[in-house]
């Protein structure tokens, strides 16, 4: 983009006056295209701060409506958007927050037969699904198709993170780490319990990982961030890539 606009240089001042953001780095922010797939407890809390942040395109990935018991960690839903779709609610929220964000809507579930058209638009997959069978999906069509791919997973006190980008040089992809295979439960991450304020900080978390990789900052690809929220201990567990993947690795 050419030049910001004074509303934009208002609205987004006390992230211009960081010095390693500056004019430049709220440009990159403006022009990112970030694709969100779930509209559950990640995904909307990593909408609702990128889209405060600036990020230019927003695609919203979900096929399902609202129910009471997502309203303990779906921030912007309340009681009365309860059986209305998630993406159309989001997309109605993100708006009033910032209605610069330009917002596509997809109310479908990410499938074989819809993932190359939807991906297409955009840079930066946002994984924030609740099983395994579409993460192992997603980073299937990431890695095939030159996405960054930006995923979390949940599970009572503890969240998981990472930024994957994997067709570049010696990068893991998502499988490397989580070998696909039947060993994994069926059932969604939300059947075992998440608590509100691990769902908030799992979409914080995935955000800060694409903005530190939008700005340029030193981003490892090769790690993934662990957090248990009850006593705060972090960890990362550094990983190489898998030479015998099945999706990532050199022929
Ligand atoms: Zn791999």
Known sequence: MSKLSNKQIEKYSRQIIIDSIGISGQK???DAKVLIIGCGGL????AQYLSMAGIGVIGLVDDDTINLSNLNRQTLFIEEDIDKAK???LFKKIKEINPEVSINKYKTKIKKNNIKKIFFDYQYILDCT???QTRFLIN?????MKKILVTAALQNFDLQAAIFKSWHGKNPCYECFFTNSADYPEESCDQMGILATVAGLGGTIQGQLLINDVLKKKVNFSEII???????????IKFKKNPKCKICKVN
């Open 28 to 30: 990159k922010i403006i």
């Open 43 to 46: 995904g909307t809390s990593v």
């Open 87 to 89: 993406v159309d609610i």
């Open 130 to 132: 609740d099983n395994f």
């Open 140 to 144: 299937k069509f990431c890695h095939e």
């Open 226 to 236: 662990l957090l248990s929220c009850n006593e705060f201990r972090m960890r990362k």
